[in-house]
């Protein structure tokens, strides 16, 4: 059973590249789902707020808190910088979104079928 439990813990961060090969480092990924370009034409998607997943990308890969991270994205939106990342309300929207718009990013836990045309490029483990 902790042989599960591990699994559940680690993330996947995936990406539509349109079929280039690309690996991002943790730094990368929490600048990207932050609001900075990389210089790569990324659009993050996310899960909803209390969704298990996405705490566990908020505290894993990002380091703060999903209060931390709110306050930081209504700073962003009222200085008119910035907008958070779009959500979706479950993987599977998530995924069938991704699918069909290059150039999208989001995070998974690790056990979930990747489709064939998606990246990993990122991984928890």
Do not use: C
């Not at 559940?8 to 932050?34: D, I, K, P, S, Y």
């Not at 997943?53 to 890969?61: E, P």
């Not at 209060?67 to 979706?88: D, L």
């Amino acid at each position: 059973m902790p042989v599960l439990a591990l699994a559940e813990e680690n993330l996947v961060v995936v990406a539509n590249t349109g079929g280039q090969e690309l690996t991002l480092t943790r730094e990368q990924v929490r600048n990207l789902f932050m609001g900075a370009s990389l210089g790569y034409d990324f659009r993050p998607l996310a899960l909803p707020p209390r969704n298990r997943t996405r705490s566990l990308f908020n505290t894993q890969v990002i380091g703060l808190t999903e209060a931390r991270i709110q306050s930081y994205w209504s700073q962003m939106k009222f200085t008119g910088r910035m907008n958070p990342p779009r959500e979706f309300n479950n993987k599977d929207e998530l995924l069938s979104f991704i699918e069909s718009h290059e150039g999208t990013v989001t995070y998974l836990p690790a056990d979930v079928v990747i489709p064939s045309g998606l990246t990993i490029v990122y991984s928890t483990d």
